[in-house]
Each structure stands twice: as C-alpha cells, then as structure tokens.
C-alpha cells in the first residue's frame, strides 16, 4: 500500500490544507483502534507545540480518541522528546505531538509514538493509514465505554528533572552565563528553568510564542538572532532550539556557530574517554562531513552512515546496538536517555564538557576541520534522471574524479521536486567543479 498521509517524520502538511479537523479526528480514531490493546482503560498522551492551528487540532484528535475509548491526557506545548518521555512514564498506550518541527506557523503535523516511547514502525503506519481511509470502517465505542479527557499541570517539571538528571550530580552551571533560543515553540518553557535550575545565568530569546512566531527569525535554523545577543551579553554559549526541541545548535563565545557534527564528536569523544560508548563509534546520515570520519577515526571510532532522517540513524543505533547518533543539522540521539532527539539534552551534555574541562566553548567544540562541502539543488519532476544509464555513467565518471579523498552524494527530496547533489573533499575547487558538472548533467536530461 503507497503511503498517503505518513512522511519519514509522522503526517505534515499545511494546516487547514492537508492537516484538516476532519483528517485529525480521523487520525484519532485510526490510531486508537490499532493500539486498543486488551481489556484495560486505554490511554494517550498528548502535547504540542506553539502554532495557532496546535488548538484546533488537538481537540479533534481528542474527538477521535475519546470516541474510540481512549482517555486522553493533555500535556499542553511540551517539547517532542518530552512527549516520548511521558508516553513511557504515564504508562501511556500512545503519545502524540502536534508539530511541524522547523517549519513555518502556517504548517503542522502528527507524530505518534508507541508505548515505548518510539515513534511508529512502518507496518503500524501502514495499518493506520488503512483505517484513516473514509471507506474504512471504525469500530465506535458504546455510550458508556467513550473515553475521559484530561489537562494536566506540572508535567513540565517532570520533564526538567528527567533533563537535568542525566549529568552527573554534584555538577551545575554556576557562573556561566547562557543564551537560550527556544524559537518561540515547545521549549520555550522548559529550556529556560532547566538551564536556571542548573545554576546558569539565563538570558531566553524566542521565548514568547503568539501563536504565529514560532521558528520566524529565530531558533536553530535561523541563529542569526542568538549569535548577535550572545556576543551583546558576552555569554559564555548560545544554544538554539528548533520549534518542538528536538534538534539544537550551539553559538560559541565568540558567535560561531556549531553543527551537529562537532556536537556529536564532542559527546562522542567524551563518552569514549569515559567508557560510556555501547560500539566504539556512532551513527550520522550521509549529509554528515567527512571531516567528522576522519575525526573519529583517530580516536579509533567508526561512523556508520544512514539515509537522511533521524528516524533511520536511530533505527540503525537501535539495530546494531550504538547509543549515540545524530544529523549535521543538530538532531542528536543519545539513546541512553531519549528515544528520540533531544535539543536540551544534547546540549546538557556539551555543556558537561564545557564545565570538566573548563576552557570555552569555541575550543571544545572545535574538535576537527570539516572539509569543504557543497550542496545544490535541481529543479526536476521526481527523480527520473536518476533512472537515465547515461546520467548514471556522466556521475559516475566525476566520482571518480573526487578518489578516495572526497565523496559525491546525490538523492532525491523526499519534500519537494527536486534532487540534491552534494561533493566534498580536500580540494574546494575541484568540489564546486563536479558539483557543477553534476547539475548541469541531471538539468539537461531532467
């Protein structure tokens, strides 16, 4: 069965368009009949981030819910590890967030977590998908059988303690002074108290959502905002959220932004120094720099690499028994503690680096030099040059050209109409000639 709603990251799309009232109720339901498992009173969790559509939304999928005999508790904006979290400590059947991650206000979505506080196989969406289809039948509950719902308070300190709980007890942040964007989305509470409770001296920008702010301007992926107050405020480090604080990016003292590369080499040479590394390597997709290999490889450490998608390296982590992996675009996943990414989490543990060793940031988290990297896109209609035998040779051939000193890597989006080429090696030029060649190539047959 094609896949009509699910994406590589639960159901997305603009809110009212694709993200219907109608489409989330059905959702509800869908969801609700396939974890309806056993005779006990089924419950499930959900949280949000801070879009104006999140209210519409969630009452929709707590009709479905309900009307299927689930009880539903409702977290309020959280952030979406924090959901996973809860889903398994509530005892959940289920957990939801509504969330578009880095997207813009007008868009959202639906990702759905199991009881284990990891997110859907692929045969559990499918099942899914095939009830959410109009001409399936939903098995309704009985008057006195519906489902209760709740809202719940204080669950924020629940996920504050389980944060700060994963550094060392006897360590806080006293004297540092950090900067926090939290993208004015799920973590614009929490990052904050973590942080202060921590013992830092807390500045927080894009901590005042409206509804329609969220991700505009600020947060990871817009860092502009936080390098500029971080070298105001002289801080000491800058850490930028995205909208449901799942992925993070750090500003060095001095403004510099960190990617999620030389954050995972961070974690993963201090976890290795300590003994805390499950395999002697981690995971990261193919986008990561080959600076980050060589890195590790010095240190006697593998990278494994994966398709783009936090869901693939944590399937690969979880397959072969890593615990620590992660995206260049600062999804990090430190399977000791989260089942998903963790923005504050990840960042926790930088900042432990920070506080043993005691030199700033610009020089811890400078653990290697990437090499020069290029990425472009071309404009096509879904991935068919990629099937052209001569397209394929003319790539191959400029592969060849980058040896065994570089690497050239083209895919097709998985959101938009086009594909994506990527080189890198030792020698700048010569990566911006083949990438060149390399879109000039799939342009003439696309």
Known sequence: MSRKFFGTDGIRGRANGKITPELALRVGQAAGMVFHRGEHRHRVVIGKDTRLSGYMIENALTAGFLSVGMDVLLLGPMPTPAIAMLSRSMRADLGVMISASHNPYEDNGIKLFGPDGYKLSDEIETEIERLIDPAASIRLSGSRDIGRARRLEGVHARYIEFAKRTLPRALDLDGMRIVVDCANGAGYRVAPEALWELGAEVIAIGAEPDGFNINRDVGST?????????????????????????????IDEKGHMVDGDQLMAVIAESWHQDGRLAKPGIVATIMSNLGLERHLGSLGLALARTAVGDRYVLEHMREHGFNVGGEQSGHIILSDYSTTGDGLIAALQVLAVVRREGRPVSEICHRFEPLPQILKNVQTRGGQPLKDQAVNRAIDQLRAQLGAAGRLVIRPSGTEPVIRVMAEGDDRDLVEKVVDDVVEVISKAA
């Not at 817009?222 to 909208?243: N, W």
């Open 222 to 250: 817009a860092p502009h905002a936080l390098q500029q107050k971080v070298r105001e405020m002289r801080a000491d480090i800058g850490i930028a959220l995205d909208g449901d604080a799942d992925r993070v990016m750090i």
